[in-house]
């Protein structure tokens, strides 16, 4: 692939849809089929613990990627410009970091990690595509993008 324009758009749009869409089925989770009131700063802050509660866990979980995919919508104009990709991408893996930070429940933690580390891992392999698409390895993405998916898929399942 050539060091072009549209190379570098392409991945910066692949980069922030595979994140959001990946992320569009654990938002729609109702938490833990709890009702609870308290904002996940109020959560994160009273219990960062072993204790925490599944339903506070899914919670915390259910607001962090709502808040990621709210910035799907900022994509449209990110495509366009590929440094604003990646910084609207590094502001998602941002958020899923401060998610995972706020979830103290084991039983929610580990598949939060999980998610966590997998957009990690997208993000720096779609930060140095975009820098340099001449070395874009789409079957890489792929793999990344199942690693994803099914993270998301599992901390849906839990939070379900």
Excluded at 44 to 72: I, L, N, W
Excluded at 92 to 104: A, C, E, H, R
Excluded at 130 to 137: E, I
């Amino acid at each position: 692939m050539k060091n072009t324009l549209a190379a570098r758009l392409t991945l910066a749009a692949v980069s922030i849809v595979t994140v959001a869409a990946a992320l569009t089925g654990c938002s729609a989770a109702d938490p833990g089929g709890s009702a609870s009131t308290s904002s996940p700063t109020q959560t994160a802050a009273a219990k960062v613990s072993p204790d925490q509660s599944k339903a506070e866990a899914c919670t915390v979980v259910k607001a962090g990627f709502d808040k990621v995919q709210r910035m799907q919508g900022e994509a449209s104009a990110a495509m366009s410009d590929p440094q604003k990709a990646l910084d609207l991408l590094d502001q998602m893996n941002d958020t899923v970091t401060s998610i995972k930070d706020q979830v103290g429940n084991p039983e929610v933690k580990a598949p939060v990690d999980k998610a966590a580390a997998a957009v990690n891992d997208l993000a720096t392999l779609l930060h140095g595509y975009v820098k340099n698409p001449a070395t874009a390895n789409f079957s890489a993405i792929g793999e990344k993008s199942t690693a994803l998916a099914q993270a998301i898929s599992d901390v849906s399942g839990i939070c379900a």
